[in-house]
C-alpha cells in the first residue's frame, strides 16, 4: 500500500494505491485525472526539471538564467540531467523560450530558458 496526494487538480485528493500482481487499484480519487496520476506516478513518475545555468554578458547583476525542461523527464534521470547542465554556459541576449541544451540525458526532451535576459 502506498499513499500520496494527488497534484493534478486543486482538489489535492489523498489517494491510496494497492498493487496486487500487476493489476494497480486506486481509492480516493474524486475523478479519472486522479487514478491515471497515481498510476503514472508508480509505473513511471516524470517531473519538469526546474533549475538555472550560468550566464555570460548578462545585463545587470545576473548570473545565472533560470530554465526548465519542455517536457517531463523521467524521475530517475534528473540527477544526471542536473549534472549535464552543471556546466552549461550561455551567451546573452537569451529570450523566454529559447533552447539552451538539447536532448537532455538522452530523453529528447530540450531546456529552455524561463526569461529573457539582454546583453550588457
Known amino acids: 500500500m502506498k499513499e500520496m496526494i494527488c ?3 486543486p482538489v489535492g485528493c ?18 479519472k ?6 498510476i503514472n506516478e508508480l509505473r513511471n513518475p516524470t517531473r519538469i526539471l526546474t533549475t538555472t ?5 548578462g545585463k545587470g ?3 545565472m538564467l533560470p530554465v526548465k525542461s519542455d517536457r517531463e ?7 544526471h ?3 549535464e547542465l552543471a556546466g552549461v554556459r550561455v551567451k546573452a541576449p537569451v529570450k523566454c523560450g529559447d533552447i539552451v541544451f538539447k536532448n537532455i540525458a538522452n530523453t ?8 529573457d535576459m539582454e546583453e550588457k
Open 14 to 31: 489523498k489517494l491510496i494505491i494497492r498493487k496486487k500482481g500487476e493489476e494497480i487499484y486506486v481509492e480516493g480519487n474524486k475523478c
Open 108 to 115: 529528447g526532451v530540450n531546456i529552455i530558458a524561463t526569461r
Open 7 to 9: 497534484i493534478q487538480c
Open 61 to 63: 547583476k545576473h548570473e
Open 81 to 83: 540531467a542536473m549534472k
Open 33 to 38: 485525472r486522479g487514478k491515471e496520476y497515481a
Open 53 to 57: 545555468v550560468f550566464i555570460e554578458g
Open 73 to 79: 523527464i523521467p524521475k530517475d534521470l534528473l540527477e
